[in-house]
């Protein structure tokens, strides 16, 4: 499984656009890109996953360059709802036995 | 529909004592995973599950067993609960895109 690095925190203001990215180097062919978002006292909930290029939904977009050793989730106009721990996982989509978690990003949105 | 439930929400322990956290599902997943938070880290995986009579040991498996009768139910069991698994429990079901996460169980052994 590859390993994933993410910053510990991040600060950012209302209605600013905020990008995290996400380190790793070792990610294997058929592994897909998978960003969770988690609020206090609550389990991690499904943002968003990639393969490579760009994939957006109603909730963020995800930027995966060609070489897929990063990537970075975009989240557009925040606001204090967007506090929250951001979680990167790589790994196969149709094999992630072991799906592990890391330290995540923890995101301060202020007013 | 209710997704991935479980019970209790709240638990106190005495050192030594054992029990059960409850997980149960409703969307059909193979894939389901226990994980336990402590305060301010990531999320550890304990024990995961790929379908009905299938587990095996995730991150931090030590102090913990589970079974997997059927495919809704996924408990996981505690021996002579200790100090450090005080925690916050996830339990979490999984399509081939997505994993969904119930409430949790605050557990505390004291």
């Known amino acids: 499984l590859a390993k994933t690095t993410q910053p510990i925190s991040m600060d950012s203001y209302e209605g600013q656009e905020v990008n995290i990215t996400c380190s790793h180097n070792?990610?294997?062919?058929?592994?897909?890109i998978t960003w969770y978002q988690q609020f206090p006292s609550q389990g991690p909930r499904f943002i968003i996953q990639?393969?490579?290029t760009k994939v957006t939904n109603e909730v963020a977009s995800l930027f995966i360059p060609a070489d897929r050793k990063s990537s970075t989730l975009s989240l557009p106009r925040v606001s204090l709802s967007d506090t929250a721990v951001y979680y990167c996982?790589?790994?196969?989509?149709?094999?992630?036995?072991?799906?592990?978690f890391g330290s995540g990003t923890k995101l301060n949105v202020k007013p | 529909n209710a997704g991935v439930t479980q019970t209790p929400k709240f638990r106190i322990l005495k050192i030594g004592q054992s029990m059960t956290l409850q997980c149960a599902q409703d969307?059909?997943?193979?894939?389901m995973y226990w994980y336990r938070q402590d305060p301010g880290m990531g999320l550890k995986l304990i024990y995961y599950?790929?379908?009905?009579?299938?587990?095996d040991k995730g991150e931090v498996p030590n102090g913990y067993n589970v079974s997997r009768s059927t495919t809704e139910d996924f408990p996981l069991r505690l021996e002579l609960a200790a100090p450090s698994q005080t925690s916050v429990y996830f339990c979490?079901?999984?399509?081939?895109?997505?994993?969904?996460f119930g409430q949790g169980t605050r557990l505390t052994v004291v």
């Open positions: 990639g393969y490579k």
């Open positions: 979490a079901g999984r399509t081939n895109t997505e994993a969904f």
């Open positions: 969307m059909n997943h193979n894939y």
């Open positions: 599950s790929v379908g009905a009579g299938i587990t």
């Open positions: 996982l790589v790994g196969e989509t149709y094999n992630f036995n072991k799906f592990y």
């Open positions: 070792n990610i294997a062919t058929n592994d897909y």
